[in-house]
């Protein structure tokens, strides 16, 4: 009985806790939906019409916001005026929109059907910095397909709305005068974390690790067996397509069942600036063409038979040009990334190159 009454108060006062947090509301419009004709479509086939998504998707995001406790969001039945956006007279109909429902943020825009495929492009408005972001996802108008872009759509709003909500909070601590005296000192605001711009600076920021196998090509192969290599990555987009990275390849390789003339093992580090391209299929699915070049530390050990001192051995040391290119599929479980794909890698030794094919997997991790 005890333990039922302490349970049901703590119950309440979390209930009470939660209602007496204030909440950001947002006022989520209608979309406009515009269908254009495709060329992998057959025109004289009548297309299907997707004039609801006008209203399924804006509440579907609506409810999906409001499930996580952290917005108030309430769905508008028209669309949002966005004719010279970014204008002051745009911020000033955006405010008197807002005002009626004491809101602080708008959300509205289009999407765009061709064939089977939805574009959205939605314009997140923040009324009181008179400032806007622009979110664009794009997919196939599938069940599963469409719940999954909605649901990555909302998750970005939350995460723009802390991040501009934080940042409202610290121009106004800046901004409060200092207290006189201790007796008209008032409780201190939370505050904001010194690291919330670094964070807005790392968001397209992501590393992992490669590893697979690697096939040797060229006069190499009679030398040394076929290995494994590991390859630890950073990398940053700078648009949803286009990204740069960096990768350091580390490989080694011995004689094995190959006869030579005197034993030898390799042991190699390639390191690679690389511009990555990637193209999205879905959602979740892509494809991504990584193209770079760097430098390769590479170190031969060559081992004497005749050495009465088994631990003794000549090591020769190269500083060459390196080339990577790799073609890869790509799954975003965000913010996780599973990479699989084949590689060309070739270092340019004096005389002769060490060429690769390999085939690797990959996992990352997104900021």
């Not at 061709?114 to 196939?140: H, Y």
């Not at 974390?193 to 790392?202: C, D, E, Q």
């Not at 490989?251 to 190699?268: H, P, Q």
Request: aromatic letters at 10%; proline letters at 4%; glycine letters at 8%.
């Amino acid at each position: 009985m005890h333990k039922m009454i302490i349970t049901t108060a703590v119950l309440l006062f979390s209930l009470s806790a939660a209602a007496d947090t204030p909440r950001e509301k947002v006022l989520i419009f209608n979309l406009s939906i515009i269908h254009e004709k495709s060329v992998l479509v057959d025109t004289n086939k009548k297309e299907e019409r997707f004039d609801y998504y006008s209203l399924i998707i804006p509440h579907t995001i609506a409810k999906h916001l409001n499930v996580s406790g952290k917005v108030d969001a309430q769905k508008i039945g028209e669309e949002l005026p966005l004719k010279d956006i970014g204008s002051g007279e745009f911020y000033d109909r955006m405010a008197a929109l807002a005002a009626g429902h004491a809101a602080g943020f708008l959300l509205g825009g289009k999407g765009t059907i061709r064939g089977r495929k939805l574009t959205l492009e939605l314009a997140l408005i923040d009324v009181r910095k008179k400032d806007f972001s622009a979110i664009i996802k794009e997919t196939f108008e599938t069940g599963a397909e469409l719940k999954n872009i909605i649901a990555e759509v909302s998750a970005d709003i939350e995460r723009r709305l802390a991040i501009s909500i934080d940042e409202t909070r610290a121009e106004k601590i800046k901004k409060e005068p200092a207290p006189e005296t201790a007796a008209t000192e008032t409780p201190a605001a939370a505050p904001v974390s010194p690291f919330l711009k670094m964070y807005r600076a790392l968001d397209g920021l992501s590393f992992g690790i490669r590893t697979g196998s690697f096939f040797i090509k060229g006069p190499f192969s009679k030398i040394y067996e076929d290995s494994e290599y590991i390859g630890p990555y950073l990398r940053y987009g700078i648009l949803s397509w286009l990204g740069v990275s960096i990768q350091a390849d580390y490989l080694c390789a011995d004689n094995g069942e190959i006869v030579v003339r005197k034993n030898s093992s390799m042991a190699l580090w390639g390191i690679s600036a690389n511009a990555d391209f990637t193209w999205r299929l879905f959602s979740r699915f892509g494809l991504r063409l990584s193209v770079g070049t760097g430098v390769s530390i590479g170190r031969i050990y060559l081992w004497g038979s005749e050495n009465p001192f088994g631990g003794l051995n000549k090591q020769e040391h190269s500083i060459d040009p390196y080339l990577n290119c790799a073609v890869s599929t790509i799954i975003q479980l965000m913010p996780v990334e599973i990479e699989f794909g084949g590689s060309y890698k070739s270092a340019f030794f004096k005389g002769k190159s060490l060429s690769l094919l390999a085939v690797f997997f990959g996992i990352g991790y997104h900021l």
